[in-house]
């Protein structure tokens, strides 16, 4: 078991000291709140000589993204973080790194997108890549992002896909807190040191050329996704193994989804990120009424915990899904459709409804967690109709 | 019904080992079209580099026509991740270099050079912010474009280096309209600009320049820029073999100066045609081109801009010979290739 403290952090910094500890090779940094003080304090730990890190201050996050790919290709540990729209403008690379198989970290320090700007929190920009056969994993707080961090070099290179790990702008971003800090050794035997080796096909290997990222035609570009999709399902259990390990070292064992007072729970809330904890203030003040509700966390977003999911909902009445994020198609909010998915995988028919909150940085409070419960529940008893599946939790009309 | 092509498994083909093309870094049995200047452009700039390479790649003829999957042309290790990045991934695997050598990861004495390959399109347009991120921050790569002055991967559309008054697909020649209606952006000069180490323009069908011109680029700590013009024998509509002959006379016009600038400040024109061809017979030999002979006011808008541009290098070329005396600078020194 590795050597702790705690210290006063907020998780920029806590995200900045992992970064420090893993000694990445390569760190691609642009400015974009609430991102951009991060990569000020890692660009400290740069100019002090603490880390070897080669930081390249790119030009934006679409090369931001190229120049992570190039230096993972060429075999070397890699990470960037952005936000909002930051994400939105290295989509397109974000592709590419899933289809070449190459291992990087993406820290998507949560943010709204523009119009109208906002350089607040909510998952809009993650949700953008959900889809992009990146691993993604959510933080509720400072110490899980800096855990996630750790774990997330791990996860990517054992599974040779790219990874994000999301953590909510300012809210957990800008917000300090005690965070637990394993010690330096721990983390770098962890991770292990750096290495071209670490990947099957280095470009820096010359004696070894290969070619990354060619043109494939309608004859074999199915077979090359087909790869793809089937070793991105192997991530499960890879994640599964790298979390074991972690909890070896760090006495912290994470599983992918948190359940709260589900067991006997007639009524669940479904989140993601920083408003869990609210989540479970709400889930304790309507247990003290004698309601039997509960509360799920989602930390790993994709892939998606359908098994999970599914088991924890498996006796339930009524599911609220609460989303970070509206989708505007008719439909719900993207949480919202994955959890309708998962049930598919139950005999258990639970009814099932989805709030938008907490958009821009609305600050979200446990009164309306809590009506959104009364809003499932009155809804499952018949008690009230809808016209829609979703609805607006925090709005003035 | 058309009998039905078998297609290989992937582990057929992922089993097998023989290679061909020799030693070429760019093998034969690629798909670019006949008489294509890019393969010339590409050997000769990598030939000319005796040290083992990486390549970059910016989406395009290159690009498309080299690693198809699951096949690759390929012989020396090779990237492309899209149309507008090839400088900045360069960066990156340039930089992972640099730092796994810090770190002890690769051998001290183990050499490479970092070259990355881009057509204009990818170059002086939609690469253009990277291109010149990557040269401020000052990467020890070398960047090579093949400029054959339009998008000739899309079919033929206009780009910032296409000449006035040529017809693309995007700028056709109609009764309101006689092709392209601005003059091509010079981008050899905007790169001589940035005061990088080395910058260059070159033609293929004067492979020893091109190969000195390598050697000088890859002598040289930080980012260089060649820009060399690619005649390209489907859109500007020539017969193939007459590739080099169009290079030839792009140069004999004065349309394609040869020249390099050491750090941005001095600046030497390599070929100086004493009896310089008339533009007409460069333009008369582009079927894309040579409707402008009609059209006297574009010829003198396009002379205009020779002229301009070529006196211009020609005092650029005074003047720094006067600013190496003045510094107590040997200017012919600053010009010579170290030996290999």
Partial sequence: MAQTKVIALTGNQAAAEAMRQINFDIAAVYPISPQTELMGFFAEYVANGEVDTEMIAVDGEHSAMATCIGAAAAGARTITASAGPGIAYMVENLYVASGMRVPIVLLDVNRALSAPLSIHCDHADSMLTRDTSWISIFSENAQEAYHNIIMAVKISEKAMFPIIVNYDGYIVSHSIEDVEILDDETVRNFVGPSDIHRIPYPLLDTDKPVTYGATAQPDYYTECKYQQHVDFLKVYDIVREVFDEFAEISGKRYDFIEEYKTEDAEYIGISMGSSFGTLKDAVDRLREQGRKVGAIKIRLYRPFPVKEIAQALSKAKGVVVLDRADSFDGIGGPLFKDIATALLATENNPYLHNFIYGLGGREIHEEEFMRAFDRLERLEKGIETRENFVEYLQVRE | ?340
Avoid at chain 2, 28 to 45: A, D, L, Y
Avoid at chain 2, 106 to 134: C, M, N, R, W
Avoid at chain 2, 143 to 156: A, K, P
Wanted: aromatic share 10%; glycine share 8%; with cysteine.
């Fill in chain 2, 1 to 340: 019904m058309a009998k039905k092509r078998p297609i290989a498994l992937l582990s057929e083909l992922a089993s097998h080992k023989e290679t061909f093309g020799g030693d070429m870094p760019l093998a034969p049995g690629h798909r670019m079209c006949i008489g294509c200047g890019i393969p010339p452009i590409v050997n000769e700039v990598i030939l000319a580099i005796n040290e083992p390479v990486i390549i970059s790649n910016a989406t395009g003829c290159l690009e498309v026509t080299t690693g198809v999957y699951p096949v690759t042309a390929w012989n020396v290790p090779w990237i492309h991740v899209n149309f507008q990045s090839a400088a900045t991934v360069m960066a990156g695997v340039e930089a992972a270099y640099k730092v796994l050598k810090k770190k002890g990861v690769i051998p001290e004495d183990k050499k490479i050079h970092f070259v990355a390959f881009g057509g204009d399109g990818g170059t002086y347009d939609i690469g253009f912010q990277a291109l010149s991120a990557t040269a401020e921050r000052g990467h020890n790569v070398l960047y090579v474009c093949y400029n054959n002055e339009g998008y000739q991967n899309t079919g033929y559309q206009k780009s910032s280096a296409t000449p006035i008054g040529a017809y693309t697909k995007t700028t056709p020649v109609g009764k309101a309209k006689v092709g392209k209606q601005e003059p091509r952006k010079d981008l050899t000069m905007i790169m001589a600009a940035h005061g990088i180490p080395y910058v260059a323009q070159a033609s293929p069908h004067i492979f020893r320049d091109l190969t000195r011109k390598t050697k000088k680029a890859i002598s040289m700590d930080g980012f260089k820029f060649i820009n060399v013009l690619e005649p390209c024998t489907l859109s500007w509509r020539f017969s193939p073999e007459d590739t080099m002959r169009l290079a030839k006379l792009a140069v004999e016009t004065r349309y394609w100066p040869v020249y390099e600038v050491i750090d941005g400040k001095y600046w030497k024109v390599n070929i100086k045609p004493k009896k310089p061809k008339p533009i007409e017979e460069y333009i008369a030999a582009q079927p894309r081109w040579k409707h402008v002979l009609k059209y006297p006011e574009i010829l003198e808008k396009i002379q205009k801009e020779i002229d301009e541009k070529w006196n211009l290098l020609l005092h650029l070329e005074e003047m720094s010979k006067k600013l190496a005396e003045e510094e107590g600078v040997d200017y012919e020194e600053l010009f010579k290739v170290p030996e290999d």
